[in-house]
């Protein structure tokens, strides 16, 4: 029986080296396939028509001149009279055609006649959502006191604070090719959930989930938002079966993408906090609302506050409401980033109105987290790196000239546990070790981490293991959402790789003349342990196997993780912004991330997790936003143009430390792809309330907010 | 995108030829980094397009006796790389430099950039450049942050050009040729406030081409662009304002100051410009004229911050055209 426990740190020889990607190269020479460039014999080209009006109903849609229009070859109508439809950029109808052009010419033959209805689509318009029945309040919680407590406290600050819908902006919009043959349906996706999404189209087309074939290679973002097959791939499918089986292409347009493909729910809440003279929070009161699009926006009591778990009095009251807009999807660490900014916001405006160092606030309240000790540790640690001793200022009373600088401080906590994934090893007897597993690899580096997990558990490198995933006829894998992709795949991977080693120990120990148990795998060897001049080469080894090649599965199951993997991290970052008082641009100088991901497999990938993970909270700080007009009930700034988001010039100096202390290490393996998102924005929003004396009170941080709340201070 | 066909001439008379004297029947190409994304989004669909990167007399970059001649399809690259701007025209290159793209920059014309459709989103979502329903813009009501802070009639949207205001600085001139000749503009009447739907932002008639922009010499005349962005990225400036100063030793003999993506149009502050005369440009005088810049200006309910940065800009380009 095999030891899987992941060896000492002083005998790893690739797990914890900052390896290149295994994909990098194709990558940057433009070979990675992506669903959009996938081109198959007689494809076809299709085309979405949507509807423009956030509230509607289809009195009647004409296709017929469509479908006589050139090239056409199949018409699907998606939205048939008598449809309501819900939110602007929904879908309609969608045409295939020979070209892409002759599909979109196409779809604007399509005539629809629509009855059009009033529409809500500005959630924090409260009493309109009132008056049109669409506040939904989700009850109360409450724990201890409060009321007595906010009598008994102190200090007592009360503030408001929000942050917009984002969209999740994937680079390559949703989409795919799909092929409905005699025998089985080809479907190449864009997706996270290689495993599942092919049962998940069969299930909308009302076939055998086994006759769906899924292929992906390589996948341009998605970030929470590409987990289901979607209605563009049933109705894609459909238009190639009406095609007589020819492939279909379908990826939406840009606005579209940002229309429906993508939502986070936005917040906004009044919170009162009441503190003992030296800084301990004894009482927290929010009430909030949201909305995650047509389906209202529901929190979950016990995310306000955020982390800060156990103050010791609490009340939580929540309102969803809904609006005309398409559904929210979970967005990397879905919700975290939103209730991090609204709780580290506030604990830093009770700190400033107390005329307190906010460092000291947050230490004297880590009493009231999960992890004191590690909130504790990450606190110190991250005020080191930004050299808060040296450049923290009050509040407002930094420089004297018009652009001020600031320090702010993030707080942050996410799961990532392992899924549940199954890893199939062979080892072949001319020695090619193949690896396959129905995950897939969003731009994270999971291809790279299971080569390592595996040339670690072989004693071979990286470049020799064979890595399949990406394909759902190879063993399941969960998808990749909450960060449990690396810990599912990790577990999975050592599991397999040491079963089958321990079979090849078998087959090779006779000739050795030892027993089984006495070998070791070493630098492309295999040998007896403690007698290393008894070896044989990995090949020769290989040799041993006879014909038919070892295979052998591992599985991780996250309720018996063995030690491989677990859940659970902290986080703290802090934000040095400057701000030019006249014009109101904020910039942001440096951020330093410490994050704890227990045992780290590459910390290049892992460092290149909390960039992409920063950037995109930098953006959401101080650039990105949904904004719905509703006059026209209309995403009108949905196009990059106006709906922006970082380049590089923005994105400032990231230092990031990855916090794997020996203790943090024996966890083993925790998913880090959300955890670094978490605490950007409330850093970043803190150090501009450090800089100008003032909180914006709401995301992103734009001028027209800065100069309108410095123009408040001076009214 | 709508089908059309596509016109490649490489002389400016078969050019000219193949027009239409309708607007919307023909669209002309340069570096077609507007032009595709309007028809891609089908606020445009012409039925031609004439592309006219191929035709070298509207390219180049020449001294003459009147000045610079810059022809329409000189690239954003080229002129910033260009010597004789580099000397004379800090007001130009500060605008180029505000073009943050490098695609951008090596396929966009300075040409283009005078003819460029606004970027007002209610345009850009179909609902047309003055955004009228029942006869009334709708953008007094709807979501105008980024809109007029100097609205003529019912035009609300903000021109995006980045060279209008530091060539209306410089006194500079356009040249626009048709079958019938050519005529000559200044650049501050190239660019006109619509007052109908389907009316146009620019001077230019359908069956006209823009050939070359006449810079006057700028010798001893400081001049300057200054840009606030919302970003550091390939994203449009929130406020710009370009100034061009005579000098009579340390004081203003006379000034121009033009602000853009406040109005239809780049805003002419006149009233500033005439009050910095005889004045010695210090932090104190630029400020104040900076104050007259924006006196006037009817910021609508989400864009007051606008007046600010305006203001702002006006004080920061002087104090950059008089640094060294």
């Known amino acids: ?715 | 995108m709508q089908s059309f066909e596509y016109a490649s001439p490489t002389t400016l008379q078969e050019a000219l030829s193949l027009l239409s004297t309708q607007w919307g029947e023909v669209d002309i190409l340069a570096g077609g980094t507007d032009l595709l994304a309007l028809m891609k989004d089908y606020i445009h669909t012409p039925k031609r397009v004439v592309n006219i990167k191929g035709i070298k007399e509207l390219g180049g970059i020449q001294q003459t006796s009147a000045g610079l001649r810059i022809g329409a399809i000189v690239t954003i690259r080229e002129l910033l790389e260009n010597e004789l701007v580099q000397k004379e025209y800090p007001a130009l290159i500060q605008a180029a430099r505000g073009i943050r793209g490098m695609q951008l920059r090596n396929m966009g014309t300075i040409g283009g950039d005078l003819c460029q459709r606004p970027r007002c989103w209610y345009f850009r979502n179909g609902f047309g450049l003055l955004a009228l329903k029942d006869g009334k813009s709708l953008i007094p009501d709807g979501e105008n942050r980024y809109h007029a802070i100097f609205p003529q009639g019912q035009a609300y949207f903000v021109s995006a050009s980045s060279f209008g205001p530091p060539l209306i600085a410089l006194g500079a001139r356009v040249k626009l040729a048709s079958t019938g000749g050519t005529r000559e503009l200044p650049v501050e009447q190239f660019f006109v406030a619509p007052q109908r739907e389907g009316e146009r932002e620019i001077a230019l008639k359908p069956n006209e081409i823009l050939t070359e922009i006449l810079v006057p010499p700028a010798k001893g005349v400081r001049n300057a662009t200054y840009e606030i962005r919302p970003d550091e990225g390939v994203n449009w400036p929130l406020v710009t304002a370009s100034v061009a100063l005579r000098m009579e030793g340390n004081r203003v003999a006379s000034a121009r100051i033009v602000m853009g993506h406040v109005g239809p149009t780049p805003v002419q502050a006149v009233k500033a410009a005439a009050w910095l005369k005889g004045k010695q440009i210090t932090e104190a005088v630029a400020e104040e004229a900076g104050r007259r810049a924006v006196e006037g200006a009817k910021p609508l309910s989400q864009n007051g911050y606008k007046v600010q940065l305006a203001q702002v800009a006006v004080k920061r380009a002087l104090l950059a055209a008089v640094a060294k």
């Open chain 1, 1 to 715: 029986m095999a030891e899987y426990r992941w060896p000492p740190v002083n005998q790893r020889r690739v797990i914890g080296r900052p390896v290149n990607r295994v994909d990098g190269l194709v990558k940057v020479t433009g070979r990675a396939t992506y669903s959009s460039d996938v081109r198959r014999p007689g494809m076809l080209y299709a085309a979405l028509l949507t509807c423009p009006y956030a509230h509607a109903r289809v009195r009647s849609i004409d296709v017929s001149e469509a479908e006589r229009s050139p090239g056409v070859r199949a018409v699907q109508v998606l939205a048939p009279a008598g449809t309501e439809i819900n939110w602007a950029g929904a879908d309609v109808a969608m045409v295939a055609a020979e070209t892409e052009e002759q599909a979109r010419d196409a779809v604007r033959k399509i005539k629809v006649d629509y009855e059009v209805l009033p529409h809500l689509v500005k959630e924090f318009d409260l009493s309109r959502a009132q008056a049109m029945n669409r506040a939904k309040p989700s009850g109360e919680a409450v724990t201890g006191d409060p009321d007595q407590a906010l009598k008994e406290a102190d200090v007592v600050f009360e503030g408001e604070y929000t942050i917009p819908v984002i969209t999740h902006s994937c680079l390559q919009p949703h989409g795919q090719v799909v092929a409905w043959g005699e025998k089985e349906i080809e479907f190449f996706a864009n997706t996270q959930a290689v495993s599942t999404v092919g049962a998940d189209l069969a299930k909308a087309l009302e076939v055998p989930a086994e006759i769906v074939h899924v292929q992906q290679h390589s996948v341009g973002g998605a970030y929470g938002s590409k987990f289901q097959a979607e209605s563009w791939a049933a109705a894609a499918a459909r238009l190639s079966k009406a095609a007589g089986g020819r492939p279909v292409w379908f990826h939406l347009d840009r606005r579209t993408e940002l229309e429906v493909a993508g939502c986070r729910p936005s917040y906004r809440a009044r919170i009162k906090i009441g503190a003992k003279k030296d800084g301990t929070i004894t009482v927290w009161d929010s009430q909030s609302w949201a909305t995650g699009g047509f389906t209202g926006g529901g929190l979950s009591a016990n995310l306000l506050p955020f982390v800060f778990v156990k103050i010791p009095n609490k009340r939580f009251n929540h309102t969803a409401v809904s609006v005309n807009t398409a559904p929210a999807r979970a967005w990397r660490a879905p919700n975290f980033p939103q209730v991090a900014f609204l709780t580290c916001a506030a604990l830093e405006d009770l700190a400033a109105q107390m005329k307190m160092d906010p460092l000291e606030l947050f230490l004297k309240n880590v009493q009231y987290t999960d992890r004191p000790e590690v909130y504790a540790w990450q606190l110190k640690k991250a005020a080191e790196l930004i050299e808060w001793q040296k450049k923290w200022h009050p509040r407002g009373q930094g420089e004297k000239g018009p652009v001020k600088t600031g320090l702010g401080i993030g707080i942050g906590t996410w799961g990532g546990l392992g899924h549940a994934a199954q890893c199939r090893t062979r080892i072949h007897p001319d020695g090619t070790v193949e690896i396959e597993l129905g995950s897939q690899d969003l731009g994270t580096g999971t291809r790279t981490v299971i080569c390592q997990v595996a040339a670690e558990s072989l004693g071979l490198r990286v470049g020799d293991i064979r890595l399949k995933i990406g394909d759902n006829r190879y063993p399941v894998a969960g998808a990749s959402g909450g960060s449990t992709t690396v810990g599912g795949v990790s577990a999975a991977t050592r599991r397999s790789t040491l079963n089958a080693l321990d079979e090849l120990f078998k087959r090779v120990a006779p000739s050795l003349g030892v027993s089984p148990d006495q070998l070791e795998a070493v630098d492309g060897r295999i040998r007896v342990k403690g007698d290393p001049s008894k070896s044989l080469s990995w090949k020769e080894a290989c040799q041993k196997i006879g014909n038919s090649p070892i295979e052998a599965m591992g599985a991780n199951d996250p309720k018996s993780p063995g030690g491989l993997i677990s859940g659970g991290v902290g986080g703290v970052q802090m934000a040095e912004v400057r701000v030019d008082t006249e014009t109101g641009q904020v910039r942001l100088n440096k951020l330093v991330i410490v994050q704890d991901c227990g045992m780290i497999i590459n910390p290049k990938t892992a460092e290149s997790q909390c960039y992409g993970a920063a950037t995109m909270s930098i953006c959401a700080a101080l650039m990105e936003e949904r904004i719905m007009d509703q006059l026209t009930g209309r995403f009108i700034n949905a196009a990059y143009d106006f709906y922006r988001i970082a380049s590089i010039m923005d994105v400032g100096e990231i230092v990031v430390h990855l916090d794997n202390r020996p203790e943090h290490d024996a966890r083993g393996v925790i998913g880090l792809g959300e955890p670094p998102v978490v605490p950007t924005i409330a850093a970043i929003s803190n150090a501009v309330a450090n800089a100008i004396g003032v909180r914006v009170p709401e995301v992103p941080i734009t001028p027209d907010r800065v100069l309108a709340a410095l123009a408040r201070r001076k009214a």
